[in-house]
């Protein structure tokens, strides 16, 4: 069965770093795009960043250019969210999602969602 499983989020201090993992079973990673979502309280999903099964990167949130990056290890089959100098604003829970090759900023077109970890920034 196709899962995809979400790890590492948690409490961090403000200006702290939190790497998030994203493990796929089931199937392969490499032909697929994955994308990182945030949902804080009250608030709708948003996407945050991409990659595309060549590697590229796309940022749908500009708060987090420049603090936050993507990576894949297509061999362990895992994406993963760095996420450096965190900040209140960006507390929520993250999940992450698959699509066929390219990212997109239609969250209808993501096809399999992970059930997300949260990840809590205060003092």
């Known amino acids: 069965q196709a899962q995809l499983v979400e790890s590492g989020g948690g409490l961090v201090q403000p200006g702290g770093s939190l790497r998030l993992s994203c493990a796929a079973s089931?199937?392969?990673?490499?032909?697929?795009?994955i994308g990182w979502f945030r949902q804080a309280p009250g608030k709708e999903r948003e996407g945050v960043l991409c990659i595309s099964s060549s590697g590229t990167t796309t940022y749908y949130a500009n708060s987090v250019k420049g603090r936050f990056t993507i990576s894949r290890d297509n061999a362990k089959n895992t994406v993963y969210l760095q996420m450096n100098s965190l900040k209140p604003e960006d507390i929520g829970a993250y999940y992450c999602?698959?699509?066929?090759?390219?990212?997109?900023?239609?969250?209808?077109?993501?096809?399999?969602w992970g059930q997300g970890t949260p990840v809590t920034v205060s003092s």
């Open positions: 089931g199937f392969t990673l490499e032909h697929q795009a």
């Open positions: 999602a698959r699509r066929p090759f390219d990212c997109s900023p239609d969250e209808s077109s993501w096809n399999y």
